[in-house]
């Protein structure tokens, strides 16, 4: 798509007569809406007087570029308008605007629209493409010359993709971004890049901009750079630069001070960047350096944490409302478990795998992974099945979009948002089925095998059934064996249910207990969720240790299924009952030998953290 498929005869204005900021945006906004181009003329301008807001778009040297994403966007547009005279724009050069492009961006413009569109901003850096526009005499004239210099464009472009090849040059590399990413990402892109070819400099420029990140910084690129700048006005990935001089500045730099920025990174004089702020460096930044499966684990793990926190204390705050086994409960109490239960739980094994997927094959991937994380849900295959889902559906679309390459780039939108997502959830769909329906099998089959235990060996049954409840945390196995202490319960056998309650509290208090007291063993994030462990444990939520046993399965499993074998088998050997299906803590009175139960529970937790801080490598920083 060319700029002039988006700049019309009928959005040129050749004098505006505005002599002031506010009146430009009227009349151009009125230019757009005059040629059916917005939806509501009084939102799309309020979108424009926002972006202003956060920081002029009159860039100088007499050019501005009032630009908005938003639903009052009928379709994307762009309008001319000249003003001989010049207008007071509050120019980053103090300068006053005679070049005005008022961009006008769709909410669901596809890549190609916005890629159009930000191009349009990097041919205003050319002085000549300046004066060639305030000398046309038509709006003929100004199409043409926007046309020719976007050829120019493309065509210099495809010679630099051609001409890619490692110099000894000195190498610098760049990140832009800037809050709507339509405009001065790419003009500080093209400006830096402009400048650094003018010094003999070599760069890459990644670009955060409204068609996502483009021109992706590789770990290769960081190592060999001898400076990172960051030219953004917008959040960017910082932690990967950790240890590398690192220039900070607003985007605006990236257009005004090209020069002073590179000059900063390539003299050895730019601070080094340490990652979180402090002197040391971050979590994040070791993080980083581990294998893509960790990195992809973690990326899931850490969107899921508020779902399993949040959801866990509105359940454990519904049993002050409501006593676990009642026949009348109160509203406030059902609605709280309602929403923490049946909402905020059953949403965090699909949120952990669509953010597995998303971390491996970006957006594409985020919708084959949520359905097959709601079929891990569905098909009880617990958190592991969640897992498997997002890595199956991640990796799938990576497949896909190698099948598609064929593609040409003009139709990269349908690519992205039609075909990548259809085949990468049927095929994700299909493959989850038959990896998840023979769970439902198994975890019938264990039942039927507790159920035939009987009163042989109690303490053997609670050591098994503890450790069952801290396998998979929530799934088939852990609910095979609560299962089990329901049926129990209901056959007037109370002992099984009591080691199979005290079991599922000990793997997130164990873990509480561990990020206590063995601090140096654990990340900050880990530490700070650990603290949301003591009331999930004490509520016997188990589903609290699932973030910690995704992100170290080999050593916290191992523990907690420890921890909660010993809980479970001395909770039997007490002669300890309950009545009550759930609460944990909160129904410890109705819990026959009440004391030595908790002596259980403490002992597990005790096992649990001990062995974690044993056994946990200390986290490097």
């Not at 041919?123 to 046309?147: G, K, Y």
């Not at 993080?287 to 969107?303: I, Q």
């Not at 099984?496 to 873990?511: C, D, K, R, Y």
Request: glycine share 12%; aromatic share 8%; net charge negative.
């Amino acid at each position: 798509m060319r700029i002039t498929d988006l700049l019309k005869k009928d959005t040129v204005v050749l004098n505006l007569s505005a002599t002031d900021k506010k009146g430009a945006i009227d009349e151009l906004s009125g230019q757009l809406n005059k040629a059916d181009r917005l939806v509501d003329l009084e939102s799309f301008k309020e979108a424009i007087h926002d972006r202003e807001n956060q920081s002029s778009t009159g860039i100088g040297e007499g050019v501005a570029i009032p630009h908005a994403k938003t639903k009052a966007v009928k379709e994307p547009a762009i309008a001319f308008g000249r003003s001989v005279k010049g207008v007071d724009y509050d120019a980053l050069d103090g300068q006053k605007s005679h070049l005005f492009f008022m961009i006008a961006a769709s909410e669901g413009a596809n890549n190609e629209h916005l890629q159009t569109l930000s191009r349009l901003s990097t041919l205003l850096m050319d002085e000549d493409f300046r004066q060639t526009l305030m000398e046309a005499d038509t709006e003929e004239a100004v199409l043409q010359a926007v046309d020719q210099k976007e050829t120019e464009k493309l065509g210099a472009e495809a010679a630099e993709e051609q001409s890619g090849t490692v110099s000894d040059k000195t190498y610098v590399v760049a990140v832009t971004g800037c809050p709507t990413g339509i405009a001065h990402t790419y003009m500080a892109a093209d400006g830096l890049k402009a400048k650094a070819k003018e010094m003999g400099v070599d760069i890459k420029v990644e670009t955060n901009g409204s068609d996502g990140v483009r021109n992706r910084l590789t770990q290769e690129d960081i190592e060999r750079a001898v400076g990172v700048i960051v030219a953004a006005d917008t959040k960017i990935e910082k932690e990967r630069f950790a240890g590398k001089p690192l220039v900070d500045a607003p985007v605006k730099d990236g257009i005004r001070k090209p020069e002073e920025l590179i000059n900063k990174a390539t003299s050895g004089k730019a601070p080094l960047f340490q990652g979180g702020g402090s002197g040391k460096k971050s979590e994040s930044a070791s993080e980083d350096r581990r294998p893509g499966f960790y990195r992809h684990l973690m990326n899931g793990v850490s969107n899921m944490l508020p779902f399993v926190v949040a959801g866990g204390i509105l359940i454990a705050l519904s049993f002050i409302f409501n006593e676990p086994g009642a026949e009348e409960t109160h509203p406030f109490g059902d609605l709280l478990s309602m929403i923490g239960g049946e909402y905020g739980f059953f949403l965090m094994v699909p949120v952990l795998a669509a953010f597995i997927a998303r971390s491996i094959a970006d957006r594409p991937g985020f919708a084959a992974g949520m359905v097959g994380g709601l079929m891990a849900v569905n098909f009880e295959a617990g958190f592991l099945g969640g897992i498997i889902a997002g890595f199956l559906a991640g990796y799938l679309v990576l497949l896909f979009r190698r099948v598609f390459a064929f593609i040409p780039p003009s139709l990269d939108g349908i690519r992205t948002i039609l075909i990548l997502p259809l085949f990468g959830v049927f095929f994700t769909g299909i493959i989850m089925y038959y990896i998840v329906t023979p769970l439902n099998a198994l975890s019938v089959g264990i039942e039927n095998w507790l159920g035939g235990l009987g009163t042989g060996n109690i303490v053997l049954m609670g050591i098994l059934l503890g450790a069952m409840m801290a396998v998979d945390m929530g799934g088939p196995i852990n609910k095979a064996a609560f299962t089990f202490g329901i049926a129990m319960i209901e056959g007037g056998n109370y002992a099984p249910h009591a080691a199979i309650m005290a079991a599922g509290m000990v793997p997130p208090l164990g873990i509480a207990v561990a990020t206590s007291i063995f601090k140096s063993k654990f990340t900050k994030q880990e530490r700070d969720a650990g603290k949301s462990n003591y009331v999930l444990g004490a509520s016997f939520i188990t589903e609290g240790a699932i973030p910690f046993a995704a992100a170290d399965p080999g050593r916290v499993i191992p523990s907690i299924i420890t921890g909660s074998a010993v809980a479970g088998g001395l909770a039997m050997l007490f002669g300890t009952a309950t009545q009550a299906p759930h609460g944990g803590i909160f129904v410890l009175l109705l819990v026959e030998n009440w004391p030595l139960y908790l002596i259980a529970i403490l002992a597990g937790t005790a096992v649990t953290a001990l062995m974690l801080g044993v056994w946990k490598k200390r986290v490097e920083v």
